[in-house]
């Protein structure tokens, strides 16, 4: 999973990066693409109901905090902003309003997402 994150840092990552992205620059990316995936299924939470919505909303708040988490740990790390940038691009694209992504295992967002979250 850590070879997937840095596959995907270093393929979006702007020529202002070095080849290898430090620890804190990983945090913050993982960060920003965590609370971006949060504020995209409360975005999207209205087309759900019932236990669908409930589960939505739990994990929405798992991601922002965890989020948060990575965020703190980065920031001291010494990454940028930069990356955080970079995240939230990543999970805009690549989620969108596609929030059941998230869920579905073995799909694109769902690894990423697991990926960061094991960093924490």
């Known amino acids: 999973m850590k070879k997937l994150i840095g596959i995907t840092l270093l393929a979006i990552a702007t020529n202002s990066w070095a080849a290898d ?20 299924i409360n975005q999207n939470i209205g087309s759900y109901s019932g236990e669908a919505r409930a589960s939505l909303l739990q994990i929405s708040k798992h991601l922002e ?50 990926g960061c979250l094991k960093r924490n």
């Open 65 to 114: 905090n965890n989020g948060n988490i990575l965020m703190q740990k980065g920031m001291v790390k010494g990454g940028t902003t930069e990356s955080l940038n970079l995240g939230t691009s990543f999970a805009t694209k690549n989620i969108g309003n596609n929030v059941i992504a998230i869920i579905q295992k073995g799909s694109n967002p769902n690894q990423s997402i697991m």
């Open 21 to 40: 992205p430090t620890p804190g620059d990983v945090d913050l990316f993982c960060s920003g693409m965590l609370i971006r995936a949060s504020g995209l």
